[in-house]
């Protein structure tokens, strides 16, 4: 096209070292003729079979920010404009609570992507003896003047970047800076320094507002300008989009931006590497239905804006993609006026008593982000992710529903940052060398919110929650763990148990709070995966089966003995157990069959007395070696199918052979069990290859576009979701999961935050459109979103099909809620005949709260003359306190002179009880016994509290 310019849009990149990542040196800039039409331009150059994608760019409006009107307010933590610090109502950040425990850390920098800074404001350039909180680039402020010293491509970005370079002054505010780019971020409009104040203003210097953040770095970077017709301001998408890469090549901590975005394939791109690269990003909703485009990018934090009473008001943008609200209107900040058009030194310092917008909400959200950081770092902890600090930000959120009954879509709540330290330092960002083995359990809590449970690579035991993945309990384990752990609800009121095998064949069990299980752990001998959880006998209580590799079967009680009878030693010609056991109900009688094969190819079907299934073993001597069974379900009843090297075949539940079909190369042994076309049958995907198949239960492929060719011999957890009809096939290759329809088409991935390397196993999580997934290359965990609820009768979510590792569709055993935990050293002594003392610490739980709702204390008389056995009292104790605090209570009235049982079991809100705690006492003889006197507590240091009553007429 004649006239036109090109120009790189990113300078000084250079190649990526990360073959999947953006090169940033493709992206161009054109600058179209005079004259040329701006449609058939793009038209033009989308023909072009080098161009991947040219779009035009995007000019959006920054926030308004309300005129000085009144003289600035000295200090922000006594004028009107800082109530979001602190106010009797409580509508506010907790920013003095907060403080009191960090105020920041200098060697975080805030990128302030905006109309520029004023440098020299009092409160933000400080006295003029240093930079004041200005980011400086220090070899580029000792270097050559008109030499780029740091060879990033910037000559003299002293103090940040000014990318704003237009074609001509056309409709440009007299006196505004519209071209070349250069050093020089100075701020025209006012926008950036409003915000900039907001994020890191100088605290403590007797003059002017605080900032959220008191020690801090703030890197102007100048993208938006005046226009007459628009004085507060005006941005380019695609100065933006090189903002935020030099940023992100500059290290910051935080990008913040306080502005409208539009769709542009080079911003998303920059986002999403600053986001691979460690930044969190935090952007504005936006004002009056502005565009929010960054905000449904994964991991950003879009902010909206409350006000001093927690409403939102009517101009701040609300929608799904809003993370939380925080205070934006009428917030007072540093400020800059205009005296005259056309000279810098006539821009003076000033400040605003009362900017709206949720510009400003961001901004003090950068800043609250700023001190989650520091504190971490203060603690020894990595920092966060993007997406992780999201989570805690909405985590840590206060309620503020009841303020805004007629209002959706603020997100979480209102900021709050002391309780966002709180969650925060119970989030862990998995250490290289720690990673996640296997698949993760899936412990579903009354809250909603799952937990994951899983063993890592460094012998630990971790239950995170969910979506912030902050650690609920971490256990040493004293061996290597096999990969994967097994859950299931044991029945007979134990609630829910969850079981851990090692290498050497010690398999542990716990609570859903990481608590060991009363009877484990026990030892049996090494063998190829861990236990399988399910019914053997129809008693409605869950038994727990493992397959030793020296051909012995083993099966324990949940209280931990083993069934008499076992371990069962198996013929010693089947060569041992290579592969992981199924559990299924074959004969329709009560109870499961245990399925397991040997390596010359043997699959038996053993009853839970060790007794084999009538039909069974199958034996064929052509399917040696063979993989794991699992059970599919069909009309005419269950079918176990195996994978073999060369071959698949499904066997009936009387043990005749459905089908055998060879493979021309040799598949992988996670096979997958669901109904994909709707037929009311199961049907089983397979990985063979460079290929993904489907096939019916009656071993016939599948039509549609079935085999999916990958491309790649690389294989993967195969795992099926969703519900009948709009189901995905989802296995776990090399970058990010291959999602595959019920036909066998390519469909899109799901929306992932974006991490280079592989991902470990799946984990999806049901009822909900979440997958969770560990990356290899830095030990972190990460949630994935699909566009649609993955587990409506998700068939086939985890690896071996459920928590308890059935490796069957029928009957799996469930699972229950996370009930709360024991409490623990419980204590009881009589204080006079006729009462006790109670002692225990309490227990935590899944909820919010993060504490047990009550507590339920029973005491039994034992035999005596004229006491039955069966006499008890109950006292329902509130619980006050969180889990890890000691409780106290007094028991009374009591019968004299008896001895007592007493137990005390903890509830939470949604009913689950924990596994009671035990104690024991003896009241005294009656009125004239000796009084006795009791320690209330048993504290480790002192003062120590002693409670007494005096017997009558002792005086």
């Known amino acids: ?164 370079d237009l074609p001509d002054s056309t409709g440009v505010t007299p006196g505004e800076d519209w071209r070349d780019q250069d050093g020089d971020p100075n701020d025209f409009v006012g926008h950036g320094t409003v915000v900039a104040g907001l994020v890191g203003a100088i605290a403590n210097n007797r003059i002017g507002v605080a900032g959220v953040a008191w020690k801090v770095r703030l890197m102007p970077l100048r993208v938006g300008w005046s226009l007459t017709e628009r004085q507060t301001g005006v941005v380019d998408m695609s100065f933006v989009a090189q903002a935020v890469r ?40 936006g004002n009056n239905g502005s565009s929010d485009y960054l905000g449904t990018v994964p991991g950003v934090i879009s902010v909206a804006a409350s ?98 009954p007629l209002v959706t879509g603020y997100g979480a709540g209102r900021l709050n940052i002391p309780r966002s330290f709180d969650v925060s330092s119970r989030v862990e960002v998995g250490g290289r060398g720690a990673r996640v083995l296997g698949p993760a359990a899936v412990l579903p809590t009354h809250t909603g919110d799952p937990w994951l449970a899983c063993v890592t690579s460094d012998r630990r035991f971790v239950i995170l929650g969910t979506p912030a993945l902050d650690t609920v309990a971490a256990v040493t384990l004293d061996d290597d763990p096999l990969p994967g752990v097994a859950a299931a ?9 969850i079981f851990v095998t090692s290498t050497h064949g010690r398999i542990a069990g716990f609570t859903g709070g990481g608590r060991p299980l009363p009877g484990w752990p026990v030892t049996a001998s090494a063998g190829p995966a861990g236990v399988a959880l399910g019914d053997l006998d129809g008693d409605g209580e869950v038994e727990i089966v493992y397959a030793s590799a020296d051909s012995r079967l083993w099966i324990w009680e949940p209280n931990g003995s083993a069934r008499p009878g076992f371990p069962l030693r198996l013929p010693a010609g089947g060569l041992g157990i290579p ?52 059970v599919a379900a069909t009309p005419e009843g269950a079918e176990v199918v195996v994978a073999c090297p060369q071959s698949i075949r499904g066997i009936r539940a009387d043990g005749t052979t459905r089908f055998r079909h060879a493979w021309s190369a040799t598949p992988n042994f996670d096979l997958a069990v669901g109904d994909l076309d709707g037929d009311g049958a199961d049907d089983v995907v397979i990985a063979t290859g460079a290929a993904v198949q489907a096939i019916h239960a009656d071993g016939e492929p599948l039509t549609g576009q079935w085999p999916f060719l990958r491309g790649t011999s690389e294989t993967g957890a195969l795992l099926i979701g969703g519900a009948p ?18 036909d066998g088409s390519a469909q899109p991935r799901p929306t992932s935050i974006p991490i280079a390397g592989a991902y470990s196993s799946l984990t999806m999580v049901h009822d909900t459109s979440w997958l969770f997934t560990q990356s290899w290359q830095d030990s972190t965990w990460y949630g994935l979103q699909t566009t649609a609820r993955l587990a409506e009768a998700a068939p086939w979510p985890t690896s071996r099909g459920n928590q308890a590792r059935s490796g069957s569709r029928l009957d799996p055993a469930p699972l229950a809620e996370v009930a709360p935990d024991p409490v623990t050293r419980l204590a009881a002594a009589a204080v006079t005949d006729t009462s006790a003392l109670l002692s225990w610490i309490a227990s935590g739980d899944d909820g919010m709260l993060g504490r ?83 320690c209330a507590s048993n504290p480790t240091t002192g003062p120590v509290r002693f409670v007494w009553r005096l017997r009558e007429g002792a005086g």
């Open 579 to 630: 592969t992981a056991l199924a559990l299924a109900d074959l004969d329709l009688r009560p109870g499961a069959e245990i399925l397991f094969t040997q390596f010359d190819g043997t699959v038996h079907a053993v009853r839970g007395d060790g007794r084999e299934l009538a039909g069974w073993p199958v034996t064929s001597t052509d399917d040696a070696v063979p993989g794991a069974p699992v």
């Open 1 to 164: 096209m004649g006239g036109a310019r090109f120009a790189p849009e990113f300078a000084g990149e250079s190649a990526p070292a990360d073959p999947i990542a953006v090169d940033f040196r493709t992206f161009y800039l054109v600058d179209l003729p005079k004259g040329a039409e701006l449609g058939d331009a793009l038209d033009r150059f989308r023909a072009l079979p080098e161009v991947i994608s040219a779009s035009p760019i995007p000019l959006v409006a920054t926030s308004a920010v309300s005129d000085v009107s009144a003289p600035p307010n000295d200090s922000l933590a006594v004028g009107t404009g800082g109530w979001w610090i602190d106010q009797v109502s409580d509508h506010d950040v907790d920013a003095l609570e907060a403080w009191g425990e960090t105020q920041g850390d200098t060697s975080l920098v805030v990128a302030i992507i905006d109309t520029g800074v004023v440098p020299y404001h009092p409160d933000l350039g400080g006295d003029g003896s240093s930079h004041g909180q200005i980011w400086t680039n220090w070899r580029e402020e000792g270097g050559a003047p008109g030499v780029d010293d740091d060879g990033n491509g910037f000559i003299d970005d002293v103090a940040g970047w000014d990318f704003v």
């Open 852 to 934: 047990a709702d009550h507590f339920l204390v029973r005491a039994t008389a034992q035999p005596s003359p004229g006491i039955s056995a069966v006499d008890f009292l109950e006292w329902t104790v509130p619980a006050t306190v969180d889990g890890g605090a000691p409780m106290e209570t007094i028991l009374s009235p009591l019968a004299p002179a008896t001895h007592y049982e007493v137990s005390v079991t903890a509830f939470d809100r949604a009913g689950q009880r924990s596994l009671p705690a035990a104690a024991a006492f003896t009241t005294g003889e009656g009125p004239l016994a000796r009084s006795r006197l009791a």
């Open 246 to 285: 030099y940023a992100t090549r500059m290290h910051v901590a935080v990008l913040n931006l306080s502005l409208s975005t539009e769709a542009l394939i080079e911003l998303q791109s920059a986002i999403v590497a600053a986001e691979r690269a460690g930044l969190v990003v935090v952007v504005a909703s």
């Open 725 to 742: 009809g709009q189901r995905l096939v989802l296995e776990q290759m090399g970058g990010a999961p291959l999602a595959l329809a019920p």
């Open 489 to 497: 609800d044991l029945g007979g009121g134990r609630g829910l148990g």
């Open 307 to 404: 006000d001093r009473y927690d409403q939102v008001p009517r101009w701040s943008n609300v929608g799904p993609q809003v993370a939380l609200a925080a205070p934006g209107a009428a917030v007072a900040s540093t400020s800059l006026t205009r005296v005259a058009t056309d000279s810098l030194g006539l821009r003076q310092s000033t400040y605003i008593p009362d900017a709206n917008g949720t510009s400003f909400a961001a901004a003090v959200t950068s800043g609250a982000v700023t001190l989650v950081q520091a504190r971490r770092s203060s603690e020894g902890l990595r920092p966060l992710t993007s997406a992780q600090m999201r989570l805690v930000l909405m985590r840590g959120a206060d309620d503020i529903s009841a303020e805004n």
